[in-house]
């Protein structure tokens, strides 16, 4: 794997499994994950969409399960239409989520890294801004993991 984009990590007082279901129920996701509408079949090289609206635009991002590992591990492929670049494998991110059980809580860290090669600078000058989106998700995860 390159060197992460970002990387953040919370402790979230629910088990493992509330966590994991929050993480694959798309009506729970859709409450934490920018607003997206998820579908996938979770099965690990089919497709992954987020559909939505961002600052009044629509999108329709785009990416491929790489893992599912219950109550351990989710990663995906990640591409933006928005992002102006061309819909290339250098163009995507893979965001890695791994949860570790801490009795009746569980650490989540996640990561975004690209799919291939290393970040640009553009992505490194961006990382403090993607962290910060990412630590907004993971409170959302939280709330949804809890509910």
Do not use: C
Request: a negative charge.
């Amino acid at each position: 794997m390159s060197e992460p984009v970002a990387q953040v990590s919370k402790t979230i007082n629910a088990p493992a499994e509330a966590v994991w279901r929050a993480l694959t129920t798309p009506a729970k996701l859709k409450t934490f994950f920018m607003g997206s509408d998820v579908e996938s079949d979770w099965r690990v090289g089919h497709a992954i969409r987020f559909r939505g609206e961002y600052e009044g635009k629509a999108y329709e991002d785009h990416g491929e399960i790489r893992s599912f590992e219950p109550e351990k591990r989710l990663a995906f492929s990640h591409f933006s239409p928005l992002t102006g670049a061309e819909d290339a494998p250098e163009n995507y991110n893979l965001i890695t989520i791994d949860l570790r059980p801490e009795g009746a809580s569980t650490e989540v860290t996640l990561t975004q890294s690209k799919l291939v090669g290393d970040p640009s600078d553009a992505d490194l000058k961006q990382r403090e801004r993607f962290a910060s989106t990412w630590s907004h998700v993971l409170d959302g995860l939280e709330n949804a993991a809890r509910a």
